[in-house]
């Protein structure tokens, strides 16, 4: 099934010259169905970059998906044009008397700055409690989900020595969670982050869920009120090339980085990177969307009801 997109966001020509199938909205309105309605308030600083790693996962289904492009009304994008952003994306304020069936939130590289002192902080709060009302599954990517549990659970963030970046060998430690079936006992997954969130200040909390872990302590997916709130401590949306261009950028700047791990053939800069992640990403996403969205959202959107 197709995932309903503005035909002329830049994501609609890659996807299909991809062969992923997009459809209008104007065509989508002809057609008596409901598709999901899913919402995407992207704080990364490549919006368009985002925009499309998440619409080829969202579009990997069997689902029809009415995606919302959503960003903070509180901070001007320095890396998306301007044109763009009045084109395809709304604000919260558009949006606060609407209800969907799920909600992304993706990271932004703000993790080495205080909760509060980042400037869309207090907007994100206010998105982040509409969201327990008025959608019924959100996923947190990244330093959203270190966000997340900060906010509604009181858990902090710790700064990293240096900068986790690379592909990490996971395991899942949770059989029954509908979202982790068809997973293998362990995967592969993509992190690109400067802090960290113990393991040790979640399982104070008997409400969320540990599903999967990596390293010594490494957290990676917590789910929580039913699996209304998803929380990914990684980047499983990342294309085969982010992670290299992003240590490219960061050594441009002349920041000390390590190179991304497990990444490159041969752990060789000069070779492309091995790409390993893919299936699992699309499991993810698949999983999330039929069991915790499709399955269980109300068909009449305005039934959706707080949880606690």
């Known amino acids: 099934m197709p995932i309903n997109i503005n035909s002329q966001l830049p994501a609609a020509k890659i996807l299909a010259q991809e062969g992923i199938f997009t459809m209008p909205f104007e065509r989508a309105e002809t057609q ?6 899913i919402a995407i308030l992207n704080i990364m600083p490549t919006k368009e970059q985002t925009e499309t790693q998440l619409m080829r996962l969202l579009a990997n289904s069997p689902l029809q998906i009415e995606v919302v492009l959503l960003h903070p009304a509180t901070h001007v994008p320095k890396n998306t044009p301007i044109e763009h952003m009045n084109a395809f994306y709304q604000t919260f304020e558009d949006v ?6 799920g909600l992304i939130i993706t990271g932004a590289p703000v993790e080495q700055i205080p909760f509060e002192q980042v400037t869309y902080w207090d907007e994100l709060k206010e998105i982040m409690d509409w969201s ?27 700064p990293l020595e240096q900068k986790l970046s690379g592909i990490y060998l996971h395991k899942r430690t949770d059989n029954n969670s509908p979202l982790m079936r068809g997973f293998d006992d362990v995967f592969w997954a993509p992190h690109s982050r400067h802090s960290y969130v113990k393991m040790s200040n979640v399982k104070e909390h008997p409400e969320l869920s540990i ?3 990596f390293g010594e302590n490494g957290l990676y997916l917590v789910s929580a009120r039913k699996g209304r709130q998803i929380f990914v401590t990684g980047h499983p949306e990342y294309d085969a090339n982010t992670l290299k261009t992003e240590y490219v950028r960061d050594l441009a700047k002349g920041l000390d980085v390590p190179m991304p791990a497990n990444y490159f053939t041969d752990n060789d800069p000069k070779k492309p990177p091995l790409v390993r992640w893919r299936g699992h990403a699309n ?9 915790y969205v499709y399955q269980e959202t109300p068909y009449d959107l305005q039934a959706i009801q707080n949880e606690e």
Not at 32 to 37: F, G, H, K, M, S
Not at 96 to 101: L, V
Request: glycine share 4%; proline share 4%.
């Open 32 to 37: 008596d169905i409901r598709p999901l309605r």
């Open 96 to 101: 606060k008397d609407q209800k969907f069936d």
């Open 132 to 158: 327990r009302k008025n959608v019924y599954s959100t996923m947190h990517i990244c330093w959203a989900a270190q966000a997340g549990l900060y906010y509604y659970y009181g858990i902090p963030k710790h």
């Open 211 to 213: 599903l999967c872990e």
């Open 283 to 291: 499991l993810l996403f698949n999983n999330w969307l039929n069991y």
